[in-house]
């Protein structure tokens, strides 16, 4: 197996020709679990309907079920048509269906795995996955250690006769990834005991998402905004996710973690990093995880946490036409809960091109509606020659990328309005993804789950990246812990507490309503 | 809204969209202009296509057709039909026939890429059209033209850059396929077999682009029985890679110390098939040199008959 192999039939210029898995099996831990089902059997159903699946590709469910694999199979099927984003085929369902089984057990079960250690070698023998394995743990994080110890101890990790051999062991873990520095660094320590580092795929969806990479597109192969994108243009940043919905039935995960752990330590901060973050040498992962790295690290909260970070509580109340309960009154959430549901800090990234520009992040439930963006707002104009009454109705120009829905750019910029006098009002120029190519975009989870089989990571965040991203949110986290205040109420279907909107007027500016 | 215009010229189109535009709502964002000449093939096919193609990607698409009589130009507009572009069809009648660049001029978007697709019958130079001269890219089918082998054959022998046969788009889950196997089996390829049912250009394509990527002997067998491309076998040293298809739509693939194992690798419909290729507007350089292995080997197999293809 030499290194320089080329395959003859592939050539660079040839990019039609797809990237296409090679044997393999994935194991699916919680394959019964709402993830599996609605996103994840779904993406591999239309992963081989693209025929981007190799025709030895084994899938392997792993639950507390006591299933056979024939009713196994019939539940994937259900969960596929059900989910799936191409029209579903029985000719690529029986190229799928030849490939799985199903274990049943305990993830503490001793004799479970070496069940799932005969499958996965039956696997390799009757459909050609050739010994190259991925285990997804789609199980809640208290439950990795188990899992990846018990994988250890089944020789399930691969080890150096494997890699000698050019077979590949893989794990994939779903954020969150700890739930504070020291944490984040003990589970980093019991996955690299058993895998080795670039065998570990931490999933976060939203860097899988089309967008974030059009981020990159959007920043790096253009010429005109790279100009204003720095501190002497822009006045200040915000990032906002948003979300219409309460806790619904998350209540055992939420409460304790909170909006800052759930969305802002990786979603948010992920984000900030693509915005701030200089041009990578390439977009291998190497390099671009460098970049990010670095404007991570050099990213700390504001030095007034009582003013730069603020979290409410939704109360009940009508959203959206609907009477909701408040957080506190949610089923199983204790009556004296103090978990944010709104949580907005500022952030400084101390560098050349943005010291003194902050960059607010949002993150809440039950606001008005469900949105994700990174707004650039700039500075006003040095001078405007119009009489003050002719500008009144001018805001800062803004540049606003819009994660979701309807994924976009817009351009917010002052306009004369048609009339014989000179009155200038606000107007935007809305780029769409969907109405430029309406070409549907992979689900998230797609492009992830073939990027595991591919051994591909450049859209998974690395352990230095969640690292540095606790090592922000700490200090915001051990501010609330030790405040004797509870979280500021707001009303379900509002754009926030008072407390967040002082935080921005205490500088003279305003939350953006997305 | 459907909009009828006998009898009318470039100029009245372009008033009439812009009019129709701000009652129904403007589309921003048409990424391109596609011509599709319907000629020699049916004309509801060709706009079914077109419409399912604008529904991808949003843009201007313009379908010529030809009819006798006296010199004329009817037209019909189609806006806010469940397609996010416009769609224009152009009947062209007599004389201006001659002419229908001067009237599709007008007519594209600004600055984006015009594509030119005949779903049936081409011009045997499509680079030197006067439609195709329009474009970036022109694609062809030799599957809609009434002799396919020739017609393919003959695009290879007059390939310009921006050509692209539908052919090649037919072949890109074969070629992912055995790519892949490669991928996997290091060994050197001895020798290659192709099987396709008769005067099909598809395995003729093929069998070029795996000559061209190979350097090996690539031989073409005729399959009577099978529809489209029934199998190709890579000889290498650790033994035979074969991947065979007879009912056009599960594969079976098998290795050296492999089970046999299917695959789905179903023939795509028209549709599907010019909504990929919009998918890309650059130039393909695998096509491009495959199309050239095509031309080296005709000229080697049968040099005689290269000037009396039609």
Redesign the interface.
Same mark, same amino acid.
Do not use: C, N, Q, Y
């Given at each position: 197996m030499s290194e320089t192999y080329r395959n003859p039939l592939r050539d660079p210029l040839d990019r039609r020709l797809p990237r296409m898995a090679g044997p393999s099996a994935l194991v699916m831990f919680g394959v019964t679990g709402d993830l599996s089902r609605k996103k994840l059997l779904p993406a591999i159903y239309d992963l081989a309907n693209r025929g981007l699946l190799s025709p030895g590709f084994g899938l392997v469910g792993f639950a507390r079920r006591d299933w056979a694999a024939e009713h196994f199979a019939a539940v994937v099927r259900e969960a596929v048509e059900e989910n799936c984003r191409t029209p579903f085929r029985t000719d690529v369902w029986q190229q799928l269906l030849e490939g799985i089984r199903f274990v049943p057990g305990e993830l503490d079960d001793d004799e479970a795995f070496q069940t799932l250690a005969a499958t996965l070698a039956e696997l390799d023998r009757a459909q050609g996955t050739g010994g190259n394995h991925a285990f997804y743990l789609s199980v809640p994080p208290r439950a990795f250690d188990t899992v990846i110890s018990q994988l250890k101890r089944h020789h399930l990790a691969g080890d150096e006769n494997d890699r000698e051999l050019g077979r590949w062991s893989r794990v994939v873990i779903e954020k969150p990834f700890g739930h504070d520095l020291a944490s984040a660094r003990e589970l980093e320590r019991n996955v690299s005991a058993a895998f080795e580092s670039q065998s570990v795929f931490r999933i976060d969806h939203y860097l899988g998402k089309e967008t974030v990479q059009n981020m990159l597109a959007f920043r790096f192969a253009n010429e005109l905004f790279e100009p204003i994108w720095n501190r002497t243009y822009v006045d200040h940043v915000q990032i906002t996710m948003a979300e219409d919905i309460g806790i619904g039935g998350r209540a055992g995960y939420y409460d304790g973690i909170g909006a800052a752990r759930d969305v802002i330590q990786n979603h948010l901060l992920q984000l900030l990093a693509l915005t701030a973050m200089e041009e990578p040498t390439s977009f291998a992962a190497e390099q671009l995880s460098a970049e990010k790295q670095k404007v991570l690290a050099a990213t700390r909260p504001g030095r007034d946490l009582a003013q730069d970070a603020v979290r409410g509580q939704y109360l009940a109340g009508w959203a959206g036409g609907r009477y909701v309960k408040g957080y506190l009154e949610e089923e199983g959430i204790p009556p004296d809960s103090r978990t944010e549901t709104y949580a907005a800090i500022r952030v400084d990234i101390d560098n050349r091109r943005w010291a003194g520009v902050p960059f607010y992040l949002r993150a809440a439930k039950r606001l008005p509606r469900r949105v994700t963006e990174v707004a650039l707002i700039l500075k006003p104009a040095p001078h405007l020659p119009f009489a003050r009454t002719d500008s009144s109705g001018l805001g800062s120009n803004a540049l606003v990328m819009r994660i979701q829905p309807d994924e976009g750019i817009a351009l917010r910029f002052g306009a004369k309005v048609p009339a014989t006098g000179m009155e200038l009002r606000d107007v935007t120029m809305d780029f769409g993804y969907g109405r430029s190519f309406a070409e549907s975009s992979p689900e998230a989870y797609e492009r992830l789950i073939l990027d595991v089989l591919l051994g591909d990571p450049p859209l998974f965040p690395r352990p230095e990246e969640v690292e540095s991203s606790w090592a922000i949110l700490d200090p915001v986290l051990e501010h609330w812990a030790d405040s004797d205040e509870s979280p500021q109420g707001y009303d379900s279907g509002s754009w926030g507490p008072e407390c967040a909107r002082q935080m921005l007027a205490r500088h003279g500016r305003v939350w953006r309503r997305p | 809204m459907i909009i009828d215009l006998p009898d009318t010229s470039a100029a009245d189109i372009g008033q009439r969209i812009l009019s129709a535009r701000s009652s129904v709502g403007m +589309? #921003?964002?048409?990424?391109f202009t596609l011509i599709a000449v319907a000629e020699g093939c049916s004309y509801d096919e060709v706009l079914a296509a077109s419409i399912d193609a604008g529904?991808?990607?949003?843009s201007r698409i313009l379908v010529v057709t030809n009819a006798p009589g006296d010199t004329r130009l009817d037209a019909q507009l189609r806006l806010g039909e469940d397609v996010?572009g416009d769609i224009i069809s152009l009947v062209f009648h007599g004389d201006l026939v001659k002419h229908r660049a001067s009237v599709l001029l007008p007519l594209v978007l600004p600055d984006s890429s015009v594509v030119v697709w005949w779903p049936g019958t081409a011009p045997s130079a499509p680079g030197l059209d006067p439609i195709g001269r329009l474009a970036v890219r022109r694609i062809t089918d030799a599957m809609g033209a009434p002799d396919p082998v020739p017609a393919l054959v003959e695009r290879a022998l007059h390939y310009a850059p921006g050509d692209l046969d539908l052919t090649w788009t037919r072949l #890109?889950?074969w070629?992912?396929?055995?790519?892949?196997s490669?991928?996997?089996y290091?060994a050197p390829?001895r020798a290659v077999t192709v099987s396709s049912a008769p005067r099909n250009p598809v395995g003729l394509l093929l069998a070029a682009w795996?000559d061209d990527? =190979?350097?090996v002997e690539v031989t073409l067998v005729d399959d009577p029985r099978g529809i489209g491309i029934t199998g190709v076998t890579l000889d290498t040293d650790a033994g035979e890679i074969r991947l065979t298809r007879t009912d056009g739509?599960?594969a079976a693939?098998s290795?050296p110390g492999? +089970?046999r194992? =299917?695959?789905? =690798? +179903?023939r795509r419909d028209i549709n599907a098939l010019i909504?990929e290729e919009l998918?890309?507007l650059d130039e393909?350089?695998?096509y491009s040199a495959t199309m050239a292995r095509l031309a080296g080997r005709w000229r080697a197999n049968d040099p005689g008959s290269v000037e009396e293809t039609p």
């Open positions: - | +589309p #921003t964002g048409l990424v529904r991808e990607h949003p996010p #890109t889950k070629r992912g396929l055995l790519a892949a490669l991928d996997h290091r390829v795996l990527r =190979l350097g739509t599960m693939f290795a492999l +089970p194992r =299917l695959v789905a =690798l +179903p909504t998918r890309r393909d350089a695998a």
